[in-house]
T-cell receptor, first 109, second 115 residues
Framework: GQNIDQPTEMTATEGAIVQINCTYQTSGFNGLFWYQQHAGEAPTFLSYNVLDGLEEKGRFSSFLSRSKGYSYLLLKELQMKDSASYLCAVVDSNYQLIWGAGTKLIIKP | ETGVTQTPRHLVMGMTNKKSLKCEQHLGHNAMYWYKQSAKKPLELMFVYNFKEQTENNSVPSRFSPECPNSSHLFLHLHTLQPEDSALYLC??????????????FGEGSRLTVL
């Protein structure tokens, strides 16, 4: 079967750095998405990786290793507004999106 | 403000009621989706419409009935629901449904509670 694993919940301190991991076992791979979802709001696109390596976008970076079936989302200089759920999703060989259950990130002052 | 609007935001219904969820996208996209989001579970794809034609139905029970009158509007008609159907129902759109390779734009969801 196809599976996406990510931690259920993480806690970090304002101003610090946090890394949210995502591992996947899917039938094929055609890219990996990260979405952010604040409580009661719509998920919004953060990043898309299809090649190995690190993609940086401001305070957020996303890394992909296809050989290891692994990605992470790195958030720097954490702010209270970064408290949200972060969803990892993989595009499989049939171009279907396979979703993880999401990681709830709690930022403390 | 998102380009995808869902109404109602909250809905409480009994198991014998009939209600509908509405989604409208203002992005000029050709594909629209219904997802079910339950706590601590992955998003579940329910239906996909591409150019108003249903291209996917992920074994969804018949008590959920989608309707897509045009590329901008999507409905989910609900009847004889069960308490386990209580969840957040998310609508999304994308440029096209050429697989999941395109960015999805989500609405804020309709929180459904079935009593």
């Amino acid at each position: 079967g196809q599976n996406i694993d990510q931690p259920t919940e993480m806690t970090a301190t304002e101003g610090a750095i946090v890394q949210i991991n995502c591992t996947y076992q899917t039938s094929g791979f055609n890219g990996l998405f990260w979405y952010q979802q604040h409580a009661g709001e719509a998920p919004t696109f953060l990043s898309y990786n299809v090649l190995d390596g690190l993609e940086e976008k401001g305070r957020f970076s996303s890394f992909l290793s296809r050989s290891k079936g692994y990605s992470y989302l790195l958030l720097k200089e954490l702010q209270m507004k970064d408290s949200a759920s972060y969803l990892c999703a993989v595009v499989d060989s049939n171009y279907q999106l396979i979703w993880g259950a999401g990681t709830k990130l709690i930022i403390k002052p | 403000e998102t380009g995808v609007t869902q109404t109602p935001r909250h809905l409480v219904m009994g198991m014998t009621n009939k209600k509908s969820l509405k989604c409208e996208q203002h992005l000029g996209h050709n594909a629209m989706y219904w997802y079910k989001q339950s706590a601590k579970k992955p998003l579940e794809l329910m239906f996909v419409y591409n150019f108003k034609e249903q291209t996917e139905n992920n074994s969804v029970p018949s008590r959920f009935s989608p309707e897509c009158p045009n590329s901008s509007h999507l409905f989910l008609h609900l009847h004889t629901l069960q308490p386990e159907d209580s969840a957040l129902y998310l609508c999304a759109s994308s440029q096209d449904s050429a697989g999941g390779a395109g960015e999805l734009f989500f609405g804020e969801g309709s929180r459904l509670t079935v009593l």
